[in-house]
């Protein structure tokens, strides 16, 4: 409200206000001049709620997040039954299901390697293979990736007798790594 609008009668009554200001008349000198407007009512409004849109946003955005994760776990669902349909349909054997592997017991096979200085080249950790050479026959593999447990200090006074290591195998393989050391020369191959 300006200064123009408010009636003289107000104005006098009003404390100086500097020029350029709006000026709002109190109360208690527009009741008492007959020339100031009457009071009108506040319009009824709805209560304000000062920062809580925010929340309002978050769980707008919460709510768009569990539909889309929603419709990706349909879409997927969907994805799975329709790719084992489809290839019902087309005459192709369901796939296998293979039972999980037995459990392989493993046991320490002590092998006498024929060159002892190839088994001083080994650490524990190591994989090798165990291959039996025989003069008349191939070469064959009897232990592939066969991990070194142990590699004992070599032995005093054995000449050419090679050297002695421990490797971890299954019980199966240890059988034929003590047969072929019975027949054969063994050597290892780093894996």
Do not use: H, N
């Not at 107000?10 to 008349?25: D, E, H, K, N, W």
């Not at 369901?94 to 190839?118: C, F, G, H, L």
């Not at 005093?156 to 393989?173: K, M």
């Amino acid at each position: 409200m300006s200064c123009a609008s408010v009636p003289s009668s107000c104005r006098s009554a009003a404390p100086a206000v500097p020029a350029g200001l709006p000026v709002r008349p109190s109360s208690s000198a527009c009741a008492a001049s007959p020339t100031c407007p009457p009071p009108r009512p506040v319009p009824p409004f709805p209560p304000l709620r000062v920062g809580r849109g925010a929340g309002r946003l978050r769980r707008a955005v919460r709510r768009r997040r569990r539909a889309v994760s929603a419709a990706l776990a349909v879409v997927a669902a969907a994805l799975a039954v329709g790719g084992a349909e489809a290839q019902a349909s087309r005459g192709a054997p369901p796939p296998e299901v293979k039972p999980p592997p037995a459990q392989v017991r493993m046991v320490s096979a002590p092998v006498r390697i024929a060159d002892a200085a190839t088994v001083r080249l080994l650490r524990p950790g190591d994989r090798v293979d165990v291959v039996a050479a025989e003069r008349a026959q191939p070469s064959r593999v009897v232990a592939a990736g066969a991990r070194v447990a142990e590699v004992p200090a070599p032995e005093q006074g054995v000449g050419d007798g090679g050297a002695l290591v421990v490797l971890s195998v299954p019980r199966e393989t240890a059988q034929e790594l003590v047969g072929a050391g019975a027949l054969t020369r063994l050597a290892v191959t780093l894996c």
